[in-house]
């Protein structure tokens, strides 16, 4: 099957510094990723569309300044997170879709923030 | 808007035995698929199987199947045969807007017992 990639696995910041994680489709070409974040015992909730060439598509509530999304090529999306703090440790995951009946995901990015 | 239930927090179950984990839907579109994903402790989201709306049989993938009754609008993961290697956690989801993003359920905390 089709393979993402996540980088980095585990991160580990201070307060206030920004943290970037990227989402690569290693054999196959993504016009839009997804970005989800994860809090411990809970579902993934998804945070954003990002698309190639345009602007991403935030869910209602998630803060478009905070975290920015660039999807600059086909096989690479990038999410950043400003200014982090410790309420934006969570687990960060994204997905490539292949269609309706298909969504491959990354491994995923631990961030923790001190 | 797609909504999907989970109605079991966790669930056990005796090493070789069947269980079947429960999900509903509520969906306006008129063709729709189902997901189901595992997650173990490591975070990685495993795809399972998948079922359309309009699939005549129920799907089936090795010790997985679906039990999807349109209907009822439920379709609940059996896994035959448990292992100790399916203590996870595991979601159902459906795809919504036409780049089908996931929309995904609480999740069920599946443990199998030795």
């Known amino acids: 099957g089709a393979v993402v990639s996540q980088h980095p696995s585990r991160v580990i910041c201070k307060s206030g510094t920004s943290v970037k994680i990227e989402c690569r489709s290693l054999?196959?070409?993504?016009?839009?990723m997804f970005w989800y974040r994860q809090f411990p015992k809970q579902s993934l909730m998804l945070m954003a569309t990002s698309n190639e060439g345009s602007k991403a598509t935030y869910e209602q509530g998630v803060e478009k300044d905070k975290f920015l999304i660039n999807h600059a090529s086909l096989t690479l999306s990038t999410l950043t997170v400003t200014s982090a703090h410790p309420e934006d440790s969570s687990f960060y995951i994204c997905?490539?879709?292949?269609?309706?009946?298909?969504?491959?995901f990354g491994p995923g990015t631990r961030l923790l923030v001190l | 808007a797609q909504k999907i239930t989970q109605t079991q927090p966790g669930m056990f179950v005796q090493e070789k035995e069947a269980v079947t984990l429960d999900c509903t839907y509520d969906t306006s579109d008129p063709s729709y698929g189902l997901f189901w994903y595992k997650q173990p402790s490591s975070g990685e989201m495993i795809f399972l199987i998948y079922q359309g709306s309009y699939d005549q049989q129920n799907a089936t993938e090795g010790r997985y199947s679906l039990n999807f009754q349109k209907a009822r609008k439920s379709a609940n993961l059996v896994i035959s045969a448990s292992q100790l290697g399916d203590s996870a956690m595991y979601f159902c989801?459906?795809?919504?807007?036409?780049?089908?993003?996931?929309?995904f359920g609480k999740g069920t905390l599946l443990t199998v017992n030795p």
């Open positions: 989801a459906i795809p919504r807007g036409s780049n089908y993003k996931l929309t």
């Open positions: 054999d196959f070409q993504a016009t839009t």
């Open positions: 997905s490539a879709g292949g269609g309706q009946e298909t969504q491959y």
